[in-house]
């Protein structure tokens, strides 16, 4: 339990009413987990006001109320704070209620609109190959020693990210690893504190949209927060929009690319294939000098490995550490190779919007495959203008196409379908259309050609389905393995 007075002294508020020698017992944002004696901030949400709910926290046994209004109703023995903006009071007491555990730990934040998932496992891995226990919190899961927890959000709400760090730094943790989205800055999530490191891997036009962003500059702007948060930035300087990225940063800046002069730079890349498994290799030039070669494909591999690199050069990793840690990571569902057959190559990968599959695919195209095949859906109540893109996209770059069912939500199945076709069709490109994603992935095993290359996009880590508001278990692994065990003497 502690004293308010001592939790108020980072934040700007007036006192509505009670006092602030009241004795609380946590914090929450969620008016359906208020224990007695909480703190309750009202936040104000895309679909949900939080102050709707203060009198419900307040049943429930809240002692004290945030908010970004004067609350009417509320009982005079119940403390009530505004603020300009109740996001930015939740982080702070956040900060305070768990006594700063950041400052306790070496922090690395990695935004940027791709490779963020991926860079953060290979920075973690590098680290945890020179002996240091870190921590990971990412669009996967988090980790904390030997303990995975799945995620639910990419950067989690702050009262979560502050006990995650305590947590850390009992088990013994002294670096963190955390990817940061763009709608968690956006939502001052990681307000609070100062990342030691802040990795931006590039910018792309997504996000935006209802619920997400409103326009491209309001993304940008709120990805470029992380180099005014940081000490020392990672930046990528093959990034087209790379000066305006760097504008009004704050932190001392570190570059690394592959085209452009930067500190560390990629030489002499070059594609490695092995039955069932896409590679790169290349040489670290700049600020060091050795040999690097990584199990995951593509220019994209080269870039994110880099970054690595870089921010690990920093904090004086060994370079044997980052080789044997990067020869080896293994991130689920980031063109993760699963094993089928030997006459093709199979890939889970995340890829959801147009600038990932173009990237990605165009990547696969350089291993020269007999077909490249390209499986995917797109989600329902998301932005209606990805479905088409992602079918010109697939359309244009794929030898064949699967339209197939991912997240429908609360849609219409078919009429994400009927969305996606309608792109494929401004190009010339082959495709199938088969609703139910198993039978779609069993259509690309079955119907093989020897030197297929088949990429199933979209779900990637995830290993759930959501139809008409409810969550089924669909693990793409699980259902390969169900149809090559379905297919044994019939094949």
Known sequence: MKNMRTLQKRIAYQLQQGSLDAEVTGITCDSRKVQPQNVFVCIRGNRMDGHVYAEEAVERGAAVLVAERELEGIPEKVTVLVVKDSREALAQLSCAWEDDPAQHLVTIGVTGTKGKTTTAYMIYEILRKAGIRAGLIGTIETRIGEKSILSENTTPEPVVLQKLFSEMMREGCTHVVMEVSSQAEK?????????????????????????????????????????RTCRTGIVNRDDKRFPEIIRQSTCRLVTFGCR?????????????????????????????????RVDLPGLFSVSNSLAAIAVCAQMGIPEKAMQ?????????????????????????????????????????????????????????????DRRFQMGEVSGRLADL????????????????????????????????????????IRYVIENRQPGDLVVLAGKGHETYQIRKGRRYEMDERVLIREILEESKGNV
């Open 324 to 384: 044997e840690a990067l020869s080896a990571v293994r991130v689920r569902g980031r063109c993760e190779a699963v094993p089928v057959y030997p006459e093709m190559t199979l890939l889970i990968d995340y890829a959801h919007n147009a600038m990932s599959l173009e990237s990605l695919l165009k990547t696969l195209r350089k291993y020269h495959p007999k077909r490249l095949i390209c499986l995917f859906g797109c989600g329902g109540t998301r932005a209606r």
């Open 260 to 292: 452009e002069k930067a500190d560390f730079m990629a030489a002499d890349a070059a594609l490695d294939q092995a039955p069932g498994v896409l590679g790169v290799s290349y040489r670290v030039q700049g600020a060091a000098d050795f040999p690097v």
């Open 401 to 440: 196409t699967v339209i197939t069912s991912d997240n429908p939500r609360d849609e219409e199945p078919q009429a994400i379908l009927d969305d996606i076709r309608t792109g494929i069709g401004k190009t010339e490109g082959a495709f199938v259309e088969i609703a139910d994603r198993k039978e779609a």
């Open 187 to 227: 939502q001052h999530r990681c307000d609070g504190f100062t990342f030691d490191y802040g990795v931006f891997t590039n910018i792309g036009n997504d996000h935006i949209g209802a619920g997400e962003h409103a326009s491209f500059a309001e993304y940008l702007s709120c990805k470029k927060k992380l180099l």
